[in-house]
């Protein structure tokens, strides 16, 4: 059984620039939610989506957007970059929402902004 | 507003050893307390968990002590070796959303 797949593994972006991340659940998952993580914050919550909707938004800028697809991979997009956004951006999928579903993260994409 | 403190931030400690890592949190609405276990270039993954109800739960080398009344809970590697050296998570959920403690590296020297 695949895991969940994070694309790409690491970008280099510019300040100012947008970027977006993708998230492939796992097979069956309908639940994604993204974290951010960095040594200063730690692992902190983006948001949530379940069957394309967001259901939970953490304590983050309207730069920080996603969205789920109907095959329930999910994007994460951030507008107008800045060098703080630099971070390890995890994904991680469950079968419903509810932590209770069981929680699997993605190996996440490295982001550096330049 | 951090609602999972966790500590210490580091520890060092030998083969054949304890490691010991501690978390407290405020919102005693959590019920579900998971410990997760990260890898350098991997993302976090579940160790082990325990609900409030339970005062103590083990897992081969991997022990969880919970203390309701003073809301801490406890991780403890027994027989530590060198590839449990990572980065430990304890967490708690509201919801779909977890909250992370801020993380302990641990480094088992042999």
């Known amino acids: 059984k695949a895991g969940v797949t994070q694309t790409p593994r690491y970008l280099i972006k510019t300040r100012g620039q947008q970027v977006t991340l993708s998230c492939s659940p796992i097979s069956g998952h309908r639940s994604v939610s993204w974290y951010q993580q960095t040594p200063g914050q730690g692992l902190q919550f983006l948001f949530e989506?379940?069957?394309?909707?967001?259901?939970n938004k953490g304590n983050f800028p309207g730069r920080f957007s996603g969205r789920q697809f109907s095959n329930s991979r999910s994007e994460m997009n951030v507008s107008t970059l800045e060098l703080g956004d630099s971070a390890l951006y995890l994904c991680?999928?469950?079968f419903g929402t509810g932590y209770g579903y069981g929680y699997t993260f993605g190996s996440g994409t490295r982001l550096t902004v330049v | 507003q951090q609602q999972v403190k966790q500590s210490p931030q580091s520890l060092i400690v030998q083969k054949g050893g304890i490691s010991i890592i501690n978390c407290a949190y405020e919102?005693?609405?959590?019920?579900?307390f998971p410990w997760y276990q990260q890898f350098p270039g991997k993302g976090p993954a579940l160790l082990i968990a325990i609900r409030p109800d339970v005062s103590e739960k083990k897992e081969g080398r991997f022990t969880i002590s919970f203390n309701k009344s003073a809301k801490q809970f406890s991780l403890h590697i027994m027989d530590s070796q060198p590839g449990d050296s990572a980065t430990y998570f304890c967490a708690a959920p509201a919801g779909n959303k977890l909250t992370f403690g801020g993380g302990t590296r641990v480094l088992v020297k042999p």
């Open positions: 989506y379940f069957s394309e909707t967001q259901r």
């Open positions: 919102n005693t609405a959590f019920d579900y």
């Open positions: 991680a999928s469950s």
